[in-house]
Nanobody, 122 residues
Framework: QVQLVESGGGLVQAGGSLRLSCASS????????MGWFRQAPGKEREFVAR????????YYLDAVKDRFTISRDNAKNTVHLQMNSLKPEDTAVYFC???????????????WGQGTQVTVSS
C-alpha cells in the first residue's frame, strides 16, 4: 500500500520560512517524479513544483520561483519543499504527489498525501 505523509506545515508570519517534508512508503520512490501542489479554500488544486527521480531537474510555478526549493533524498524516500519569503497568498493546504509523467496536471499524478496546512499571516 502506497503512503505519502506530509509534515512541516504551520502558521508563520509573512516573510518567514517553512520546510515541508513528505515521507513515502510502498512505492519505488526513486522511480517517480515527485511534485508539490497546493489548494486554497474555494480554489482549484495548483501545481507548485516537481523534481525528477534523481533530482537532476526541477520545475516551479512562476509565483514561487526564487522563493521555494524542492529537493529529495532517495535514501530516505522523502521529498522536501523549502519555502522562504512566504506571502499571505501562499496560504493553502500543501500536498505531495507521485507520478511517472513530467506534468503540472493533478490528474496525471498517481499517488497523493493527505496534505498539510500552511497559513501565512500578514
Amino acid at each position: 500500500q502506497v503512503q505519502l505523509v506530509e509534515s512541516g506545515g504551520g502558521l508563520v508570519q509573512a516573510g518567514g520560512s517553512l520546510r515541508l517534508s513528505c515521507a513515502s512508503s510502498g512505492l519505488t520512490f526513486s522511480a517517480y517524479i515527485m511534485g508539490w501542489f497546493r489548494q486554497a479554500p474555494g480554489k482549484e488544486r495548483e501545481f507548485v513544483a516537481r523534481i525528477s527521480p534523481y533530482g537532476g531537474s526541477y520545475y516551479y510555478l512562476d509565483a514561487v520561483k526564487d522563493r521555494f526549493t524542492i529537493s529529495r533524498d532517495n535514501a530516505k524516500n522523502t521529498v522536501h519543499l523549502q519555502m522562504n519569503s512566504l506571502k499571505p497568498e501562499d496560504t493553502a493546504v500543501y500536498f505531495c504527489a507521485a507520478t511517472w509523467k513530467a506534468s503540472m496536471r493533478p490528474l496525471e499524478y498517481d499517488y497523493w498525501g493527505q496534505g498539510t496546512q500552511v497559513t501565512v499571516s500578514s
